[in-house]
């Protein structure tokens, strides 16, 4: 019956237990995040325990980034667009200085971004990060293994038999 204008902030208690109590709202926002009318509520929890955690923790701590990818999905079924956009960037620069600006871990936030920037409308940006991303695998991977699987005929492996005793028709 809470209303959920603000955040939850737990005003008491220990470390550990406003840790625990973010955990719990975790778990019981990702429930609802999976029913079907159960939206709001898992965008009330959720919220609350990425705001304990980053408090807490930090934006950069990877329990508080690991709440992006429950919560920002919670947003963007909601419309909420503006709000997922903020938390995948805030998801973005903590792994980016965790993990290096070229890391291809990076690719997933991009991916995600690209998807919000797409359902603004924004298709340049979109199409920017895509070749951004390009660039970080071009980059961990070389562009001679990359460009060799951009243009990899991918029909011989359609066509391949199954195993060596079930061969498929032509």
């Given at each position: 019956a809470r209303k959920h204008a603000r955040?939850?902030?737990?005003?008491?208690?220990?470390?550990?237990?406003?840790?625990?109590t973010a955990k719990n709202m975790a778990s019981l926002g990702a429930f609802y995040?999976?029913?079907?009318?159960?939206?709001?509520?898992?965008?009330?929890?959720?919220s609350?325990?990425?705001?304990?955690?980053?408090?807490?923790l930090g934006a950069e701590h990877q329990d508080t980034v690991q709440l992006t990818l429950v919560l920002g999905p919670v947003y963007a079924g909601m419309?909420?667009?503006?709000d997922a956009e903020k938390l995948y960037l805030d998801a973005f620069h903590a792994q980016e200085q965790v993990k290096g600006a070229n890391s291809p871990d990076l690719s997933?936030?991009?991916?995600?971004?690209?998807?919000?920037?797409?359902k603004q409308g924004r298709l340049t940006e979109a199409q920017a990060l895509q070749e951004h991303m390009r660039n970080l695998f071009?980059?961990?991977?070389?562009?001679?293994?990359?460009?060799?699987?951009?243009?990899?005929?991918r029909r011989e492996d359609i066509n391949r038999p199954v195993s060596q005793q079930f061969l498929l028709d032509v």
């Amino acid at each position: 019956a809470r209303k959920h204008a603000r955040a939850y902030e737990p005003s008491d208690g220990a470390r550990e237990t406003q840790l625990a109590t973010a955990k719990n709202m975790a778990s019981l926002g990702a429930f609802y995040s999976m029913r079907e009318n159960g939206a709001y509520a898992a965008a009330g929890l959720l919220s609350s325990a990425y705001q304990i955690r980053a408090k807490l923790l930090g934006a950069e701590h990877q329990d508080t980034v690991q709440l992006t990818l429950v919560l920002g999905p919670v947003y963007a079924g909601m419309g909420r667009l503006d709000d997922a956009e903020k938390l995948y960037l805030d998801a973005f620069h903590a792994q980016e200085q965790v993990k290096g600006a070229n890391s291809p871990d990076l690719s997933l936030y991009i991916k995600l971004l690209t998807g919000i920037y797409e359902k603004q409308g924004r298709l340049t940006e979109a199409q920017a990060l895509q070749e951004h991303m390009r660039n970080l695998f071009r980059d961990a991977f070389g562009s001679q293994r990359y460009a060799a699987n951009r243009e990899r005929d991918r029909r011989e492996d359609i066509n391949r038999p199954v195993s060596q005793q079930f061969l498929l028709d032509v």
